[in-house]
């Protein structure tokens, strides 16, 4: 039912660019003990060099309702891109959080992407992105779901970066995500509700120090096989932790549909997680 909410309620966003050239894509998430989430994403192409991408996020943490930190918590968020050139774009982005199982936030970044050049040999279609900003959160609950004396505020500064080229008959990317500076020291115990990791579907929960991925894939006319593994570390943990991911694209009259498993921390039992996802992406 809350999927199905979720996915009216992104309609009801985007209807009014229905009619617009552009690119309409859902991701939809399940795992382990009720664990869903959906991420919808428009992409409206105005044809005077701006993109306009509204989207909406929400994961289910559990639909066991005495489980702790259970409950939907949603994302919104909206960017603004102007392309300068055929190599240059700048950005603007923000997202917000509303308040949802004892938490709430809002971020923004800005940020460019450089198309150098196309060697049209080996190396073809490199690019450059380079993103930083802020988001601003509020905690009251700590990471067992036991409310806070008082709310915990804080404020993370971070830089983004990501490359990526066609290598031969691959297609490969790598991103790197660095928190540069904390406004308080990250308290043992508490927590924050989304995280994201790059080139992984699923949220996961906590401050993140850092964060790096690479990402590998196969196109081919109808079906792309692909796999991609990130490491990152939070904030107050002592070692790093591990994701990997794999799946397949098919790409059938202008509509792509994937499917793929990922799973956390594979080599430590007794904190593994496995998720599965299936995506649809539409060109208008």
Same mark, same amino acid.
Request: glycine content about 8%.
């Given at each position: 039912? $809350?999927?199905?909410?979720?996915?009216?309620?992104?309609?009801?966003?985007?209807?009014?660019?229905?009619?617009?050239?552009?690119?309409?894509?859902? =991701?939809?998430?399940?795992?382990?003990?009720?664990?869903?989430?959906?991420?919808?994403?428009?992409?409206?192409? =105005?044809?005077?060099?701006? =993109?306009?991408?509204?989207?909406?996020?929400?994961?289910?943490?559990?639909? &066991?309702?005495?489980?702790?930190?259970?409950?939907?918590?949603?994302?919104?968020?909206?960017?603004?891109?102007?392309?300068?050139?055929?190599?240059?774009?700048?950005?603007? $982005?923000?997202?917000? /959080?509303?308040?949802?199982?004892?938490?709430?936030?809002?971020?923004?970044?800005?940020?460019?992407?450089?198309? !150098?050049?196309?060697?049209?040999?080996?190396?073809?279609?490199?690019?450059? /992105?380079?993103?930083?900003?802020?988001?601003?959160?509020? #905690?009251?609950?700590?990471?067992?779901?036991?409310? =806070?004396?008082?709310?915990?505020?804080?404020?993370?500064?971070?830089?983004?970066?990501?490359?990526?080229?066609?290598?031969?008959?691959?297609?490969?990317?790598?991103?790197?995500?660095?928190?540069? /500076?904390?406004?308080?020291?990250?308290?043992?115990?508490?927590?924050?509700?989304?995280?994201?990791?790059?080139?992984?579907?699923?949220?996961?929960?906590?401050?993140?120090?850092?964060?790096?991925?690479?990402?590998?894939?196969?196109?081919?006319?109808?079906? #792309?096989?692909?796999?991609?593994?990130?490491?990152? /570390?939070?904030?107050?943990? &002592?070692?790093?932790?591990?994701?990997?991911?794999?799946?397949?694209?098919?790409?059938?009259?202008?509509?792509?549909?994937?499917?793929?498993?990922?799973?956390?921390? !594979?080599?430590?039992?007794?904190?593994?997680?496995?998720?599965?996802?299936?995506?649809?992406?539409?060109?208008?």
């Amino acid at each position: 039912m $809350q999927l199905k909410t979720a996915f009216l309620s992104f309609i009801l966003l985007i209807c009014p660019c229905a009619l617009c050239y552009g690119q309409l894509s859902f =991701l939809g998430v399940n795992g382990e003990r009720g664990y869903s989430a959906m991420r919808g994403v428009y992409v409206w192409d =105005l044809d005077s060099n701006w =993109l306009l991408v509204p989207s909406y996020e929400f994961y289910r943490m559990s639909d &066991n309702r005495e489980v702790e930190k259970t409950g939907s918590t949603s994302r919104y968020g909206g960017r603004a891109a102007y392309d300068m050139s055929d190599n240059w774009r700048l950005y603007a $982005q923000g997202f917000w /959080q509303p308040s949802a199982v004892g938490y709430e936030a809002v971020s923004y970044y800005t940020g460019a992407v450089w198309r !150098p050049f196309d060697l049209r040999g080996i190396i073809k279609d490199p690019f450059v /992105q380079l993103q930083v900003g802020q988001a601003r959160y509020h #905690t009251w609950m700590d990471s067992r779901g036991i409310a =806070l004396p008082e709310v915990y505020k804080q404020v993370e500064t971070n830089l983004y970066a990501e490359a990526g080229a066609e290598v031969g008959s691959w297609e490969l990317k790598t991103a790197w995500h660095k928190v540069l /500076q904390y406004s308080n020291r990250v308290r043992p115990g508490v927590s924050f509700s989304w995280a994201d990791i790059p080139f992984m579907t699923a949220v996961v929960q906590g401050f993140l120090r850092d964060a790096w991925a690479l990402r590998a894939s196969y196109p081919a006319r109808v079906i #792309t096989p692909y796999a991609a593994v990130a490491r990152y /570390q939070y904030a107050e943990a &002592n070692s790093p932790a591990v994701a990997v991911g794999a799946g397949l694209k098919i790409t059938w009259e202008g509509t792509t549909f994937s499917g793929g498993v990922e799973v956390f921390e !594979p080599r430590r039992e007794d904190s593994r997680r496995t998720f599965f996802s299936v995506s649809a992406e539409v060109d208008f």
